[in-house]
């Protein structure tokens, strides 16, 4: 009797044992799909240098297939006014990595990153991912500062392989592999062709990343001259006749096979669906430099007209934000930051001072106002201010006094307002001095010209001759 009570008790401990594991095999399983949905997204940014606004298929053109870069417009957003707070390459990334306009911080040339870099004192992208468990990566050109304390590792990247600044395709100068060394090292390999090497480190780093979300920093240097491809992109546009053109056309479709072998990774690892990506360009094409196209834009690199400052943008979130949408509404780089943050589960601080907005509820349509009613440029003796779809500008190119455009029916900016129109000039005016008066003084200007009012005809000349050396 005591055996047999003794072998029912077992039984029933061994019974209730069985059934506290499946239920504890249940939760872990429930578990396992709770981590997985609930995981903070992952984050790639992929940054063009001097792409121009018209120079991929979903922008119109036919000449150079982009299937990789259109799908993400066919998955995602479109913005037809993207831009960016700055006519050039440093200023550009300074704004893209704060949120902040970078004359905020006095990083208004590029020269600054030759001098020192981006501004000690400023909190990048990486360091707020970082801190909030984010692994991450910068693969490609930095151009935010040489020294030591100005470099990726520094400044929130646990991971750098590329060019501290503008370099050849092939056999890349101011080259830093971080696994191997912060310090820049000589590339050898013959072989070694700049977007093709920044493709595989990045498969390569994303697959590694398996327990935390990651963020994947990739500005390539393409399209930037030096023009240079291998053969085998060359061979892919022989009905190219132009020798510039075909080289332009080649790096066009190394870049887009890049972005295909990074978006392939990221599928293969069933994390599409929780990767927020975006496409955005530095700033508009330098038009015969490279033979790059801003498709109807006037001006051009290194200009504030609409071909200097109006960019590809596109955004994919796949089952968050809506497939194949095209967005109207003026977006800048600096949006970037807050819509990550806020994506990642982070508040955004106003101590911050951003000066970027959160664009995830407004393409989904959850906020119908204008993300901007109201965009600035400052590069040295050319502005611009955006309000409304009202433009007023003063550009290399342009009569060198302020010109008003209405970019609703005139995107060209061909039909210059500001004699017809005194009270909008004025308006306008107004709106940019005040915040030019918020902006700081530039820390290391390219050309120094303090004697030339901001405006002078003459000085926006011998700025477009400095610039064009720059």
Not at 104 to 118: K, M, Q
Request: proline share 6%; glycine share 10%.
């Amino acid at each position: 009797m005591v055996l047999r009570n003794g072998f029912h008790f077992s039984l029933i401990c061994l019974i209730g044992i069985c059934l506290v594991g499946i239920s504890s095999i249940d939760d872990l399983a429930q578990g396992a799909e709770q981590t997985q949905t609930t995981r903070k997204p992952n984050v790639i940014i992929f940054y063009a240098d001097d792409l121009g606004w018209g120079e991929t298929g979903i922008q119109g053109n036919p000449q150079i297939p982009t299937p990789h870069i259109d799908s993400l417009a066919k998955n995602g957003v479109r913005c037809t006014q993207g831009y960016v707070a700055a006519t050039y390459c440093s200023p550009s990334r300074a704004g893209l990595l704060t949120g902040r306009y970078p004359t905020r911080f006095g990083h208004e040339f590029n020269r600054i990153a030759n001098v020192s870099g981006l501004d000690l004192q400023e909190t990048t992208l990486a360091d707020r991912l970082h801190g909030s468990g984010y692994k991450t990566a910068c693969v490609g050109k930095w151009h935010l500062g040489d020294g030591p304390e100005y470099r990726p590792t520094k400044r929130g990247f646990d991971e750098f392989f590329g060019t501290l600044a503008n370099t050849p395709f092939f056999h890349p100068t101011k080259f830093v592999d971080s696994r191997v060394s912060n310090d820049v090292a000589e590339v050898s390999d013959e072989n070694f062709y700049t977007t093709d090497e920044y493709a595989k480190r990045s498969v390569e780093w994303i697959e590694q990343q398996r327990q935390s979300p990651w963020f994947l920093y990739l500005p390539f240097n393409a399209q930037h001259a030096p023009l240079q491809a291998p053969q085998k992109y060359l061979d892919r546009f022989e009905s190219i006749t132009d020798p510039k053109r075909k080289l332009f056309a080649a790096m066009m479709s190394a870049m887009d096979d890049a972005i295909g072998q990074v978006l392939g990774k990221v599928r293969e690892l069933g994390q599409e669906e929780n990767t927020l990506i975006f496409f955005i360009a530095d700033n508009g094409g330098p038009t015969q430099g490279t033979t790059s196209q801003n498709g109807p834009l006037r001006g051009f690199k290194m200009t504030t007209f609409e071909g200097g400052t109006r960019v590809p943008f596109l955004v994919q979130w796949k089952g968050k934000l809506p497939a194949g949408k095209t967005y109207d509404n003026p977006v800048i780089n600096l949006d970037v930051l807050p819509t990550v943050l806020t994506a990642a589960g982070s508040k955004i601080d106003p101590a911050w001072k951003l000066d970027g907005v959160d664009l995830v509820p407004y393409f989904t349509g959850s906020i119908a106002n204008k993300p901007h009613e109201t965009l600035y440029w400052r590069f040295g003796e050319q502005w611009a201010v955006r309000h409304g779809d009202w433009k007023l500008v003063v550009a290399r190119g342009g009569s060198g006094q302020p010109e008003l455009y209405d970019l609703a029916s005139d995107i060209s900016e061909s039909k210059n307002l500001a004699s017809e129109n005194p009270a909008k000039v004025k308006e306008l005016q107004a709106l940019w001095d005040q915040w030019s008066h918020e902006q700081a003084a530039p820390k290391v200007v390219d050309q120094p010209n303090n004697a030339k009012k901001a405006g002078n005809k003459k000085g926006a000349k011998k700025k477009a001759a400095a610039g064009s050396a720059t």
